[in-house]
C-alpha cells in the first residue's frame, strides 16, 4: 500500500526545503501512474511517471510539485488513478518549525517500516526529518492511546494505575466535597452542627 509518509511544511528559512514523500509498504514497486497529490486547494500535482520502490520511499521537493505546504491547520491527500482518496493526513494549529509531520502508525501496513500492525490506526507525530528514510519513533503511550469499546479499563491497566486512577479521582471528588460544604452554610450545620465553619 502507498502512505503519506512524512510532509516538510515549516523548514527554517526559505520554504525550498518543503517535500512530501511517500511509502511503499508491499513486497512490489507500485507505478503510481494516475495518482496525484493535493494540499486541499485545487492545485494537486501529477504523480504518473514515478514509481515507488518495495518497502522504499519517493521524496518529492517543492521544487518538483509546486505544491505549497501550509504552515498553519495543513493538510495533504494521495489520490489514486480513479480520483478517490487513497490517504490524507491533517494537522492543526501551527507547523513546528524545522519538524516534519510523520507518519508513526501504520494502518494495513502489516507492521511495515518496523512499526505496529495492521489492528492499529494512523497516527502523526512532529518529528525531526528524514528525507528518504525510516521515521523516526515516538513515544506511544503519550501520543496515541486507544482502548476497544465495552472492555472494562482495568484490563488496560496495570493494578498499581488502576488504584492510582481510583484515588486520584477519590481526592478530587473530595475536594469538591468540602469546597461546597465551605459555600453553603445550611451545610455545615448538617454537618457539622451549630455556626461552626471548616477551615
Same mark, same amino acid.
Given at each position: 500500500?502507498?502512505?503519506?509518509?512524512?510532509?516538510?511544511?515549516?523548514?527554517?528559512?526559505?520554504?525550498?526545503?518543503?517535500?512530501?514523500?511517500?511509502?511503499?509498504?508491499?513486497?512490489?514497486?507500485?507505478? !503510481?501512474?494516475?495518482?496525484?497529490?493535493?494540499?486541499?486547494?485545487?492545485?494537486?500535482?501529477?504523480?504518473?511517471?514515478?514509481?515507488?520502490?518495495?518497502?522504499?520511499?519517493?521524496? =518529492?521537493?517543492?521544487?518538483?510539485?509546486? !505544491?505549497?505546504?501550509?504552515?498553519?491547520?495543513?493538510? !495533504?491527500? =494521495?489520490?489514486?488513478?480513479?480520483?478517490?482518496?487513497?490517504? $490524507?493526513?491533517?494537522?492543526?494549529?501551527?507547523? #513546528?518549525?524545522?519538524?516534519?509531520? @510523520?507518519?508513526?502508525?501504520?494502518?494495513?501496513?502489516?507492521?511495515?517500516?518496523?512499526?505496529?500492525?495492521?489492528?492499529?490506526? #494512523?497516527?502523526?507525530?512532529?518529528?525531526?526529518?528524514?528525507?528518504?528514510?525510516?521515521?523516526?519513533?515516538?513515544?506511544?503511550?503519550?501520543?496515541?492511546?486507544?482502548?476497544? =469499546?465495552?472492555? @472494562? =479499563?482495568?484490563? $488496560?491497566?496495570?493494578?498499581?494505575?488502576?488504584?492510582?486512577?481510583?484515588?486520584?479521582?477519590?481526592?478530587?471528588?473530595?475536594?469538591?466535597?468540602?469546597?461546597?460544604? #465551605?459555600?453553603?452554610?445550611?451545610? #455545615?450545620?448538617?454537618?457539622?452542627?451549630?455556626?461552626?465553619?471548616?477551615?
Amino acid at each position: 500500500m502507498i502512505y503519506l509518509n512524512e510532509w516538510f511544511p515549516n523548514p527554517v528559512g526559505k520554504d525550498d526545503g518543503e517535500f512530501v514523500e511517500l511509502y511503499n509498504s508491499g513486497p512490489a514497486a507500485v507505478a !503510481l501512474n494516475g495518482y496525484t497529490l493535493g494540499t486541499g486547494a485545487k492545485r494537486k500535482f501529477s504523480l504518473s511517471g514515478y514509481t515507488v520502490p518495495p518497502g522504499g520511499y519517493l521524496l =518529492l521537493g517543492k521544487k518538483q510539485t509546486k !505544491l505549497t505546504l501550509k504552515n498553519t491547520d495543513g493538510g !495533504l491527500w =494521495l489520490y489514486g488513478p480513479n480520483g478517490a482518496i487513497v490517504d $490524507h493526513g491533517a494537522f492543526e494549529g501551527s507547523a #513546528q518549525a524545522g519538524k516534519s509531520f @510523520s507518519r508513526v502508525l501504520y494502518s494495513g501496513a502489516g507492521g511495515g517500516n518496523g512499526l505496529p500492525s495492521d489492528a492499529q490506526p #494512523q497516527a502523526f507525530a512532529w518529528t525531526d526529518p528524514t528525507p528518504g528514510a525510516k521515521n523516526k519513533t515516538v513515544d506511544m503511550a503519550v501520543t496515541v492511546r486507544n482502548y476497544p =469499546l465495552n472492555v @472494562s =479499563l482495568a484490563a $488496560h491497566v496495570s493494578p498499581a494505575q488502576f488504584t492510582g486512577m481510583l484515588l486520584g479521582t477519590a481526592v478530587i471528588l473530595a475536594g469538591i466535597f468540602i469546597y461546597i460544604i #465551605q459555600k453553603n452554610e445550611d451545610l #455545615q450545620k448538617l454537618f457539622f452542627g451549630g455556626d461552626q465553619e471548616i477551615w
